[in-house]
């Protein structure tokens, strides 16, 4: 239960409410105290039934609005007023509840207590505790329904009002009762004077209003005729502004007939929107809309995302006028959307007239000060006077005074407004969220704001409401739509659609402040958006949009879609019945380079799709239909990891294994990879040769040539354990690689990786020479004469094998190029620093010196430190931080002085400043490490280049927040440079006037700024003055320097900044030197006074966007 702990107040303010921890007891039992079956007590009944004990419960029918009266006796009303009586209540010790009212499909009660707390003088005081129970005896924990009530105690006398008390609550399965815990006193109720109790007597009553419920089975299509859209996270307000789009017939017929033939399923935002209209236009469920925000080009995160719903109605408004182009539907959106503006500037003195005409789609109203519709549309089109500093240019006429202005040209037949509830606040340099009350009339007329009146008057009727809940960092968006423009209004909250009334859709969403107790106005929610159709154009506008408008070529398609996802949904369903088998022919080993007989990273797998309840037998005839072999020519061989970490195939035993179901032979693998043996295509034989489980066995062989370190794959064979391997053996592998026959071969065994062993003493039977020797077994062979030849580079398989086990595929990614996918090289883990640079250098064709690499960063993707040419690890050891499974990464970037030299550098970033102090220029220079600013002065000279008439000289500027801090002297070491903070450096070429500076002369420093000291920007300077110059002399210099034109300059002032204080001066003021020297009592690091040039900043603003608010764009 949920309550205040306050007694009542006399009159009907409203208490806070907050959680109480006790349950209602299934026997009745509250917190009342006492541990009689008082008279006033109510049980419930197993059954869930309620056992009047001494209670009477009526119902009152609700007082709803002419067009909701069918609705009363449904279960699904929006409203209902119920009242419970209750006897012998002065001797009520129990909880009791009244019978259901059902209102949205849920139960709703009345519960009521006797309920005793502290008074402040810790006396006991006892109350009539008096809640409102909502889906009390349901085990669900998924719903929540919000609403607002009225509870009341009914006076006994007639005429008297009740004592009321008003809550309003979301309602979930924690939280499934509210009220108040003290609604009053005990004595005031018992007290006859207070003509609330006769015969012992009480009623209780309550009206409620509440929402359609969530998560509940609440069938909209049912209560309405209309069903919602899911929501993916955040989508709330895509979703209001879809049905508001789908609503609008015309449009919808529009959209239907867009040609989206060929259209890709997946980009087509075209056909997403069709999809999304057709299933809201048939469908008797909520309708996804993650085909639509896929076809956005929006990756979940922006699903997640709120955005501005103005915004994300344009754009996709633009996207389909886009694509509505060249069709039969072109410039069907703009003549539903476009109105158009005129504005003018009239001159008061002179007979001259500026207009101009403009289109628009939607129109924002300011909001902010202003109580309804026409007092925003009057402050629209309100005159504003241009006069004194401000006035017009009027070309030939100069500047006059002038009247300014916009006047409606015409409106169009659906007008969207958008009312401006969020607004810039420069104090928190944020937006907020204005929640007056501002209110707007279900018919509105603008003939008074149009230039002239157009042919059908300018009436509109109210069609849609978008509503906000919430401060400016988010909430909820819900939608209250007039489907046929007759008033029968709907509210659409995502997947829910229930019926409201007028009063619901319209006076609740005026806005406003909690200053009264009307709990039907929630405070944070209120329209922000609103849809106006012209009353000509209301028929043609909303028009039926019946299966027949629908092209039968976007039907079939979308029927087929449907079609093929529910095949998918189905075979997703029956997974769990389903196996894959993974067949691999033999002609996938050749040409492998590896261990084992294949890559399984590689290799093209076969799959087969087959019931885990199917038998051997069964899956042999599905993969002999297959590859097109009749089964006798077709035998499979599993492959299983031995336990040295080897994939090798194994023995299947047919006979007693071809009976018996998949599942059971895989020992469930899933999915089951098989060899699948065949008889060789030109060998003549009509079925597999048979094989011995007890005394033959299976091999494999391959053939290595040490000359190209390449190995061949030369086949399999079944083999008798006891074959003479020099006289049987040796001739079938010289065969296989083409040998004569006479060739002497060294044969090794292929154990595991790294471990290749050769079989010694030949002469012996095969299972002799070969150890535990196994189905699946790989002999390499290769020519003996061979195996010491001391001029080649890896003479044995033994040595091939080796290097095979430290070679990795490393990708070498260039640092410079933010997502360059690099290029893979296979390289030897041994290799040293320069073995690895010079086949990295080979790659790119440059010379190996000329190559910076740097090690990838553990914990994220991108390059770390950088890599010493004198680094003497190995590969190996460069990759240690490398995630297991993850690719293999070295950066690395081209150099313009050899590595070795670059290491005793420093990399030192600064900007070039060109003659015309207009343009920066990045510079990456590479003095020495122990340099001065001369050596970097020396470096800078080789990459700029300098004015044909200059000094020639160079000097390094300081700069900090826009303004300069100091000019380095040229025997300053470069270590003494700070680069923290907003700190950065240039190099400028030194001005001929400012060589030589005279004693009465002096460079100061000037900076840019706009309004506040603090908001310095653009490029500082130096610049020479002379003690006793005229200010107005400065001015006309600094004008000439900055290239600025007259009409412009005319706005800069001047100002001396010491110690963050501006001193605007005037032209008729003189240079006094001693201002721009630093202050001599500052007992810190001197600050230079500096000359501030105060102006508007005309660069492009920084958006004001949070970092996780990305615009709306529609990618596809």
């Not at 009312?419 to 007056?436: A, E």
């Not at 032979?665 to 079925?687: C, H, Q, R, Y």
Request: proline share 5%; with cysteine.
């Amino acid at each position: 239960m949920n309550h205040v702990t306050e007694p009542p107040t006399p009159d009907n303010h409203l208490e806070l409410m907050d959680t109480q921890e006790e349950e209602v007891a299934e026997d009745g039992g509250g917190d009342g105290g006492g541990d009689g079956g008082g008279g006033g007590g109510g049980v419930i009944s197993e059954g869930g039934e309620e056992e009047q004990m001494n209670g009477d419960a009526q119902e009152v029918s609700s007082s709803t609005t002419q067009h909701d009266t069918e609705m009363d006796e449904d279960d699904a009303r929006s409203e209902a007023k119920f009242q419970f009586r209750v006897k012998d209540f002065s001797k009520l010790k129990d909880t009791m509840l009244s019978p259901p009212c059902y209102v949205r499909n849920l139960p709703w009660k009345i519960m009521v207590m006797p309920r005793t707390s502290q008074s402040q003088d810790r006396q006991p005081q006892r109350s009539l505790g008096f809640f409102l129970q909502c889906n009390g005896e349901s085990e669900s924990t998924s719903w929540s329904c919000n609403a607002v009530a009225d509870l009341r105690l009914l006076s006994v006398r007639d005429g008297e009002p009740p004592f009321t008390r008003k809550i309003q609550h979301l309602f979930y399965s924690k939280e499934n009762d509210w009220g108040f815990s003290h609604f009053m006193p005990w004595n005031d109720v018992l007290d006859p004077e207070k003509g609330y109790i006769k015969d012992d007597t009480i009623t209780l009553e309550v009206w409620v209003s509440a929402d359609a419920p969530h998560g509940v089975s609440w069938d909209s299509k049912k209560h309405t005729g209309y069903v919602g859209l899911k929501n993916q996270g955040a989508t709330c307000y895509m979703n209001s502004l879809l049905q508001v789009l789908y609503f609008t017939s015309q449009l919808r017929m529009a959209v239907y007939k867009m040609p989206t033939e060929s259209d890709d399923s997946t980009k087509s935002v075209a056909l997403a929107l069709q999809r999304v209209f057709h299933e809201l236009q048939t469908s008797d469920k909520p309708v996804g809309t993650k085909k639509l925000t896929k076809s956005f080009g929006w990756e979940t995160l922006d699903s997640f995302m709120q955005h501005d719903a103005q915004e994300f109605l344009r754009v996709l408004l633009d996207k389909l006028e886009t694509k509505m182009k060249g069709t039969c539907v072109e410039g069907v959106i703009p003549r539903l959307f476009e109105g158009k503006t005129v504005s003018y500037f009239k001159c008061k003195h002179v007979d001259y007239t500026s207009s101009r005409t403009e289109t628009f789609y939607d129109i924002q109203l300011n909001i902010k000060g202003k109580k309804n519709i026409l007092e925003s549309f009057k402050d629209y089109i309100s005159v504003e006077t241009l006069e004194g500093d401000n006035k017009y240019d009027a070309g030939e006429h100069g500047l006059q005074e002038a009247d300014k202005g916009v006047i409606f040209q015409s409106f169009p037949p659906v007008l969207h407004l958008h009312l401006m509830r969020f607004q810039y606040d420069p104090i928190t340099d944020s937006n907020v969220k204005i929640n007056d009350r501002y209110e707007f009339p279900e018919k509105l007329n603008m003939d008074q704001f149009l230039q002239k009146p157009e042919s059908t008057p300018a009436t509109y009727v109210l069609h849609a409401v978008l509503v906000h809940s919430g401060d400016n960092h988010g909430g909820h968006y819900v939608v209250f739509i007039n489907p046929k423009g007759d008033g029968r209004w709907c509210k659409f909250d995502d997947d829910v659609v229930s019926r409201c009334s007028k009063q619901e859709a319209i006076d609740h969403n005026f806005g406003g402040h909690e200053d009264d107790l009307n709990l039907t106005v929630k405070h944070c929610t209120n329209a922000y958006m609103l849809v106006y159709i012209r009353e000509s154009c209301l028929k043609t506008v909303l028009q039926e949009v019946t299966e027949e408008d629908i092209p039968q070529e976007l039907i079939d398609r979308l029927q087929e879609e449907k079609r093929v996802e529910m095949i998918r949904r189905k075979e997703r369903n029956e997974a769990h019945l389903y196996m894959s088998v993974q067949v691999v022919l033999e002609d996938a080993f050749s040409g492998h380079q590896g261990n084992d007989l294949y890559d399984p990273d590689k290799v093209n797998y076969r799959t087969f799709r087959v019931k885990k309840s199917a038998t051997l037998q069964e899956f042999l005839e599905q993969v002999a239909e297959s590859l097109k072999y009749p089964v006798e020519q077709i035998r499979p061989w599993p492959l299983n990891l031995r336990t040295n970490q080897t994939n090798r195939p194994t023995l299947l035993d047919l006979e007693t294994e071809l009976h018996k179901p998949l599942s059971e032979i895989s020992d469930n693998s899933n999915p089951w990879t098989v060899f699948m043996e065949t008889v060789p295509p030109d060998s003549g034989l009509k079925a597999l040769t048979a094989f011995d489980k007890d005394s033959d066995v299976l091999l494999f062989f391959k053939y290595y040539d040490p000359r190209h370190k390449r190995l061949h794959y030369c086949g399999h064979h079944y083999m008798h354990i006891s074959f003479n391997v020099p006289e049987e053996l040796v001739p079938l592998l010289n065969e296989r690689a083409g040998l004569p026959l006479s060739t002497e071969l060294a044969l090794f065994e292929e154990i595991k990786p790294n471990l290749v062993e050769r079989l010694a003493d030949l002469d012996r039977p095969l299972e002799k020479v070969l150890d535990e020797l196994m189905d699946g077994d790989i002999i390499v062979f290769q020519r003996d004469d061979l195996l010491d030849d001391p001029s080649l580079e890896l003479p044995s398989c033994r040595d091939y094998f080796r290097d095979l086990f430290f070679r990795v595929e490393v990708t070498f990614c260039d640092k410079t190029v933010p997502t360059d996918p690099g290029f893979t090289m296979e390289l030897s883990q041994r290799m040293n620093y320069d073995q690895m640079a010079r086949a990295v250098a080979h790659r790119l064709d440059t010379d190996p010196y000329l190559l910076q690499f740097f090690k990838s960063q553990s914990y994220r993707d991108g390059p770390g430190n950088p890599v010493r040419c004198t680094y003497e690890g190995t590969l190996k050891d460069m990759l240690v931080c490398m995630k297991p499974r993850h690719p293999k990464k070295i950066y690395y970037q081209q150099l313009s002085i050899k590595i070795n030299e670059l290491e005793n550098k420093r990399q030192f970033k600064c900007m070039w400043l060109g003659e015309r102090m207009k343009e920066e220029q990045e510079l990456v220079l590479y003095p020495n490490k122990n340099g001065t600013v001369a050596d970097l002065l020396h470096e800078a000279r080789k990459q700029v280049t300098l004015s044909e008439n200059g000094s020639g000289k160079l000097r390094l500027v300081d700069i900090s927040s826009y303004k300069i801090a100091s000019t380095p002297q040229e025997s300053m070491s470069l270590d003494a440079l700070s680069t923290a903070g907003t700190r950065s450096y240039r190099i400028e070429e030194i001005p001929l006037e400012d060589l030589h500076v005279a004693e009465d002369e002096m460079l100061i420093q000037v900076a840019h700024f706009h309004k506040e000291i603090f908001s310095t920007f653009g490029i500082p300077f130096l610049f020479k003055v002379k003690q006793g110059e005229l200010f107005s002399h400065v001015r006309d210099r600094i004008q000439k320097k900055l290239d600025v034109p007259d009409k412009e300059f005319e706005k800069y002032r001047f100002a001396i900044v010491v110690m963050g204080r501006p001193t605007f001066i005037t032209d008729d003021e003189v240079v006094n030197l001693q201002e721009f020297k630093p202050h001599p009592n500052q007992t810190s690091l001197p600050a230079k006074p500096w000359l501030g040039l105060e102006h508007v900043n005309k660069a492009p603003k920084r958006s004001r966007y949070n970092y996780l608010e990305k615009p709306i764009k529609i990618y596809n």
